[in-house]
């Protein structure tokens, strides 16, 4: 199977992950296990990447997934706009530690900000070359000739 069962049957676990893929688009950040968190973003990315689509099969698709919430479909609109440059990974994941009852690893689940570091390195070399190109200009070459003697 593609999926973790999460120890609950099939309708109670789409519940479940429809409800925490809702908390991560409202309040961009939970709590919650790893094991759910890995299929939160799982399920997270994909929501993003149909906003992104724009279509009304995405649009669909994402009121389906996340059970008519109009207000939660908005969100995720806005969200893959400001991801636009991003092509996935729109989560990062921060371990907590393990929960005194049972021992499962906690994490918080919440949502990549920053530009992706390709994005960055490439603003970077251009304005290194800017620099380059305004100290050529404002240099002019003068050419090395060697004196020979005649």
Do not use: C, W
């Amino acid at each position: 199977m593609a999926y973790r069962k999460l120890g609950v049957d099939n309708k109670h676990r789409r519940s479940m992950l429809a409800n925490l893929t809702k908390d991560l688009i409202m309040k961009e950040s939970i709590n919650t296990t790893e094991t759910r968190a890995k299929e939160v973003r799982k399920s997270f990315d994909k929501m993003v990447t149909y906003a992104k689509e724009g279509s009304l099969v995405s649009r669909r698709k994402i009121l389906a997934f996340l059970q008519n919430d109009n207000v939660a479909t908005k969100k995720v609109f806005d969200l893959a706009e400001r991801t636009k440059n991003r092509n996935g990974g729109y989560t990062t994941m921060l371990k907590l530690g393990e929960r005194k009852g049972d021992d499962a690893l906690m994490v918080i689940l919440k949502l990549v900000d920053e530009a992706p570091k390709k994005e960055v390195k490439e603003e970077k070399k251009a304005k290194a070359k800017k620099e380059v190109k305004e100290e050529k200009v404002a240099k002019p070459r003068t050419r090395k000739t060697k004196k020979t003697e005649e």
